[in-house]
């Protein structure tokens, strides 16, 4: 399994960004895929989740309005859209699966909120 995170860097608040992770090793279209992130001195958070299918995601209450989460099974990515942004959304931002039991990570993307 690997996964790799791109398109973070440094935006004002209230801007916006578009992070990827691209998937391989595995069967991409048939697992639930996660973003999670992770604040300096805080503990890894989820951000959200989308079904396998993109069907349905859910949220954490802090990005929920402002983040989408969609796939593209034909390209084995999957993708968050994080939009109002905000400097409390500072973090290095990780996509994850669980495959065959085990929770696989990619090596994260750092985003920066500051003005």
């Known amino acids: 399994v690997q996964l790799v995170e791109s398109g973070g860097g440094l935006v004002q608040p209230g801007g916006s960004l578009r992070l990827s992770c691209v998937a391989s090793?595995?069967?991409?279209?048939?697992?639930?895929m996660s973003w999670y992130r992770q604040a300096p001195g805080k503990e890894r958070e989820l951000v959200g989740v989308?079904?396998?299918?993109?069907?349905?995601?859910i949220y954490a209450d802090s990005v929920k309005g402002r983040f989408t989460i969609s796939r593209d099974n034909a390209k084995n990515t999957v993708y968050l859209q994080m939009n109002s942004l905000k400097p409390e959304d500072t973090a290095v931002y990780y996509c994850?699966?669980?495959?065959?039991?085990?929770?696989?990570w990619g090596q994260g993307t750092q985003v920066t909120v500051s003005s």
């Open positions: 090793g595995f069967t991409f279209s048939s697992y639930v």
């Open positions: 989308v079904t396998n299918t993109g069907g349905s995601t």
């Open positions: 994850s699966a669980i495959v065959s039991r085990k929770r696989s």
